[in-house]
């Protein structure tokens, strides 16, 4: 027989990815306690002992969306031959996480807080942190393709990263808005069409 008082055992880690996808459904403003609780299978007293306050169970959600649906998207990219493949790895990818039925569309660092608000701006500014990290990532791999030849060194790796990490997040958009796997497939084409003029452009003058 249970002792009494004694907190139900639940599987935090299952717990987590369920909180994890209402999030990234419906935003951490929209997100309510009783969402959380609801969803998790957990009351409140639960939820703050484990986790502490809805911030800090959304940051740990967010590490647990980078250590899986993030790996499922940057995962080819550090082992692509080349940093074209590094770039097509992460567009294509996309697409398919992105579109998946058994998950919501779109990616929950992108579309989760856009706007400062009184009570999450903290939140956003994590948000913006790790989206930079992306453009880091990508920047990183492109560096690599100067120092293998494929990419002209005075090429602007810096806006090329930006440009495509800004195409990979109105991916996530079109995604929202149900936009399919094939199309955000064109989507990615289309952006590496542009890949010769792009590495073999020379950076603009300062002031230019």
């Known amino acids: 027989m249970a002792e009494r008082g004694r907190p139900r055992a639940f599987d935090k880690e299952a717990a987590l990815t369920r909180a994890m996808e209402v999030f990234w459904r ?64 992460y567009l294509m990818s996309t697409a398919r996480v992105f579109t998946r039925r058994s998950k919501p569309p779109g990616c ?50 810096a806006a090329i990263a930006q440009y495509y990490v800004t195409v990979q997040q109105g991916m996530s958009i079109q995604a929202r808005d149900g936009a399919s796997r094939r199309e955000l497939e064109a989507i990615a084409r289309a952006a590496l069409a542009a890949w010769p003029a792009l590495i073999g452009a020379v950076a603009p003058a300062v002031g230019a």
Do not use: C
């Not at 880091?136 to 030849?149: A, S």
């Open 26 to 89: 419906k935003g951490y403003e929209g997100t309510s306690m009783t969402d959380l609780t609801q969803a998790m299978g957990i009351a409140s007293p639960s939820l703050y002992a484990a986790f502490g306050s809805k911030e800090e169970l959304f940051r740990d959600a967010l590490r647990h969306y980078s250590a899986t649906e993030g790996e499922e998207i940057w995962g080819g990219v550090p082992a692509a031959p080349t940093a074209f493949a590094a770039v097509e790895s």
């Open 108 to 157: 929950l660092i992108v579309l989760s807080a856009l706007h400062p608000a009184e009570h999450s701006d903290r939140v956003r500014q994590t948000l913006i942190a790790m989206r930079a990290e992306a453009v880091t990532g990508l920047k990183e791999r492109l560096q690599q393709g100067i120092v293998d030849g494929e990419i002209v060194p005075t090429a602007d790796i």
